[in-house]
T-cell receptor, first 114, second 118 residues
Framework: AQSVTQLDSHVSVSEGTPVLLRCNYS??????LFWYVQHPNKGLQLLLK??????LVKGINGFEAEFKKSETSFHLTKPSAHMSDAAEYFC????????????FGQGTELSVKP | NAGVTQTPKFQVLKTGQSMTLQCAQD?????MSWYRQDPGMGLRLIHY???????DQGEVPNGYNVSRSTTEDFPLRLLSAAPSQTSVYFC?????????????????FGEGSRLTVL
């Protein structure tokens, strides 16, 4: 069965330092994986997606993620955090043998200190 | 460009009351869905629709009804509200849906409806 686990419920970084949000997945099929971002009191927005093309995926606002099949991971990174990056981030896997339903991780709240 | 619009943004109900959360999209999207968001649990799918007249259950459908009479609208009805239904509800849509799933995996979300059941 497909599942997704975000390893940290909360990450705090200083502005200008790197960001690493960790995500592991479990899938019986070749997975499609996504990262969504949710700013306070807003809906979710797609940040980037992996759908079996390049393993290093670039998204909006300088974020990128690398698909590592051997480690079943899809960690989200950014070289230098900005105050506007403070938000909640969700790792998501698509269950294509169940009509493409999306399974959301529990979320990681990113705080950015000045 | 309005995108996905949800109303109301906030609502307080008493146990046993019924209400409808409204969702409308102006992007001519085939796929629409309702999620609930609870702390530490991510988002869970309640119901979804792949086109007008077609609906199906998601992961947590009990206590909720939906209908899809038009492409634009997908209301969520709480039949008899319970405190366990206190949550933030999100409507989301996508431009197409096939046997391989939501097109590109991209959902467009509304800003949410915060419901409290006393």
């Amino acid at each position: 069965a497909q599942s997704v686990t975000q390893l940290d419920s909360h990450v705090s970084v200083s502005e200008g330092t790197p960001v690493l949000l960790r995500c592991n997945y479990s899938s019986s099929y070749s997975p499609s994986l996504f990262w969504y971002v949710q700013h306070p009191n807003k809906g979710l927005q797609l940040l980037l997606k992996y759908t079996s093309a390049a393993t290093l995926v670039k998204g909006i606002n300088g974020f990128e993620a690398e698909f590592k099949k051997s480690e079943t991971s899809f960690h989200l990174t950014k070289p230098s955090a900005h105050m506007s990056d403070a938000a909640e981030y969700f790792c998501v896997v698509a269950i294509y043998n169940q009509g493409g339903k999306l399974i959301f991780g529990q979320g990681t709240e990113l705080s950015v200190k000045p | 460009n309005a995108g996905v619009t949800q109303t109301p943004k906030f609502q307080v109900l008493k146990t046993g009351q019924s209400m409808t959360l409204q969702c409308a999209q102006d992007m001519n999207h085939e796929y629409m869905s309702w999620y609930r968001q609870d702390p530490g649990m991510g988002l869970r799918l309640i119901h979804y629709s792949v086109g007008a007249g077609i609906t199906d259950q998601g992961e947590v459908p009990n206590g909720y009804n939906v209908s899809r009479s038009t492409t634009e609208d997908f209301p969520l009805r709480l039949l008899s509200a319970a405190p366990s239904q206190t949550s933030v509800y999100f409507c989301a849509s996508s431009y197409s849906y096939s046997t391989s799933g939501i097109a590109g995996g991209e959902l467009f979300f509304g800003e949410g409806s915060r419901l409290t059941v006393l």
